[in-house]
């Protein structure tokens, strides 16, 4: 089936660190991503649609300087917290649909990372 | 506005017993998809059972049945004979139509707890 890669894990770092999650659709080509974020106990919570070769776009108040999303390629997404501050610790988690999916197919997530920021 | 909504933040249900999770959603589209999704403590998110809004049959997949009553707006999870594995947080979702990227919108989520 269907498989989404997210690296990584788990990330543990210093505040004012810039931390990059990378996102990829390994056996099937994705022309939108999605970005989520979870605090605990919660749901998910929609970041922002990436689409390849465009521009992201965001939800509201969600900050785009913030928040940078690449989608270079049809397999690869990536999300860069800039300058992370505690308050962005959080669970992020990727999800990535078959361009050649139709309405009924699921969009598939990635295995999330954990961000943690001292 | 598409909205999904889910009132039951935890259920418990004994061992083979089955169990019903709620959702309810609101969309003045005619097309739309309605998704269960199981999160279990490791985070990942695990596709279950798919409702297309012009289904005529409530899917099936497994142990898990969908409840499907269109006129009242309401995509049941039922899960029959359950297993402690199926401890794990659940979520109801919508996908919106193509003019949203078909994104997904999701519901608060229920916490199952089954009981040995």
């Known amino acids: 089936g269907a498989v989404v890669s997210q690296h990584p894990s788990r990330v543990i770092c210093k505040s004012g660190t810039s931390v990059k999650i990378e996102c990829r659709s390994l056996?099937?080509?994705?022309?939108?991503m999605f970005w989520y974020r979870q605090f605990p106990k919660q749901s998910l919570m929609l970041m922002a649609t990436s689409n390849e070769g465009s521009k992201a776009t965001y939800e509201q108040g969600v900050e785009k300087d913030k928040f940078l999303i690449n989608h270079a390629s049809l397999t690869l997404s990536t999300l860069t917290v800039t300058s992370a501050h505690p308050e962005d610790s959080s669970f992020y988690i990727c999800?990535?649909?078959?361009?050649?999916?139709?309405?009924?197919?699921?969009?598939?997530f990635g295995d999330g990372t954990r961000l943690s920021i001292l | 506005a598409q909205k999904i909504t889910q009132t039951q933040p935890g259920m418990f249900v004994q061992e083979k017993e089955a169990v019903t999770l709620d959702c309810t959603y609101d969309t003045s589209d005619q097309s739309y998809g309605l998704f269960w999704y199981k999160q279990p403590s490791s985070g990942e998110m695990i596709f279950l059972i798919y409702q297309g809004s012009y289904d005529e049959q409530n899917a099936t997949e497994g142990r898990y049945s969908l409840n499907f009553q269109k006129a009242r707006k309401s995509a049941n999870l039922v899960i029959s004979a359950s297993q402690l594995g199926d401890s794990a947080m659940y979520f109801c979702a919508m996908r919106l139509p193509p003019a949203n990227n078909n994104d997904m919108r999701f519901g608060a989520g229920t916490r199952l707890t089954v009981k040995p």
């Open positions: 056996d099937f080509q994705a022309t939108t």
């Open positions: 999800s990535a649909r078959d361009r050649s999916a139709w309405g009924n197919q699921p969009q598939h």
